[in-house]
């Protein structure tokens, strides 16, 4: 009898173990994940835009003196800081890669900056390179080139831009011109890799996705917590909206700072809250991602799931079956 209790006892606390081991592992990984989060918001501002990484293995186009080429694109983010391209060289170009922006392939540069010829390695071997210029502000929705262009005379000792043919990004594609920008031919079906970053400069960044319990009962005060971050430092406040209806409006807040809002739901079912911040300015984020709450009927559902509460790794599972 005691053996038996003894093979009991280790299964118990063999299953203990291995809850606690998934509910600091999974915690971990939200922790991380909320850290670095807030930290690229507060730190860094900009953001991936537009983009297209799918490389056609072994296509790739030359750019070498009087021969340009250029990638059609629409931003999302009202100033564009940076790119990032997927480029080779043949040989040893004499001069760096020079990459610009414009609203008209035949216009002058709205801003420009260059990747320096030993970043960028040899013949098959394509890297993404970043090329840094200055910020400058574009109209969403609209159409920019990124334009890439060098003074090197020999197509032997070139740079190569990788690309797709296969017509993968919507909002744009390639075009190239023999003759030095005089004259430009649009390519439908084939796409350069690139990968554009922006932010907006007026307008405060997503709010994070609201935090707060996802099980409860009808009739009873919950709370929910979010934060976001606004490009100038000025103060925010929160729409809350609840799912059932109703929507609540905070007071401002820094930016930055965690907010916390209450809300009763006075029936059943399940509801999904989300939240839109605004600077003193006016300017609106979008809204944030969703959490899916529940007001279960079954009492004995509202009981399992509150048990749920103490096994984070449980839990964990669950909110991602009903997200």
């Known amino acids: 009898m005691s053996r038996e209790k003894n093979k009991q006892m ?11 081991f998934f509910s600091l592992y999974f915690s971990g990984i939200s922790f991380a994940s909320n850290d670095k989060e807030y930290s690229r918001n507060v730190l860094l501002y900009d953001q991936l835009d537009q983009s297209q990484t799918y490389w056609s293995k072994s296509w ?16 999302s983010l009202d ?16 001069d760096n890669l020079k990459v610009s ?6 216009g002058d540069d709205l ?12 013949h098959r071997n394509c ?41 993968v990004y919507p909002h744009g594609c390639r075009w190239y011109s023999p003759n030095g920008g005089i004259s430009w031919t649009k390519a439908e079906d084939i796409d350069f890799c690139f990968k554009t970053y922006g932010m907006n400069i007026n307008t405060p960044s997503k709010p994070e996705r609201p935090s707060g319990p996802y099980i409860g ?38 930016s930055g700072e965690k907010v916390e809002c209450s809300h009763t739901w006075e029936s059943e079912g399940n509801f999904t809250i989300k939240v839109k911040a605004q600077n003193e300015e006016g300017y609106e984020s979008g809204w944030s991602d969703p959490l899916i709450i529940s007001m279960p009927k079954s009492r004995d559902i509202y009981t399992m799931m509150c048990i749920l509460e103490h096994f984070p790794f449980l839990k964990y599972i669950f909110e991602f079956i009903i997200s």
């Open 127 to 167: 890297t993404w390179v970043e090329c840094d210029f200055p910020d400058i502000s574009v109209e969403v929705g609209n159409t920019y080139y990124i334009v890439c262009s060098s003074d090197e005379p020999d197509k032997n000792e070139a740079y190569t831009w990788a690309v797709s043919t296969e017509n």
């Open 217 to 254: 009962k009808a009739g009873k005060s919950y709370s929910y917590s979010t934060s976001s971050v606004d490009p100038k430092g000025e103060r925010i406040k929160y729409c809350f909206y609840w799912g059932d209806g109703n929507t609540t409006w905070t007071d401002f807040y820094d």
């Open 60 to 75: 790739r186009m030359l750019t070498f003196k009087n021969f340009l080429n250029a990638q059609s694109f629409i931003p």
């Open 111 to 122: 801003t420009s900056g260059y990747i320096k010829k030993e970043d960028v390695k040899f």
């Open 10 to 20: 280790k299964l118990v606390f063999c299953l203990i173990v291995a809850v606690m």
């Open 101 to 106: 922006i414009r609203d008209d392939l035949r």
């Open 79 to 94: 100033t564009l800081t940076r790119v990032e391209l997927l480029v080779a060289r043949e040989g040893n170009p004499i």
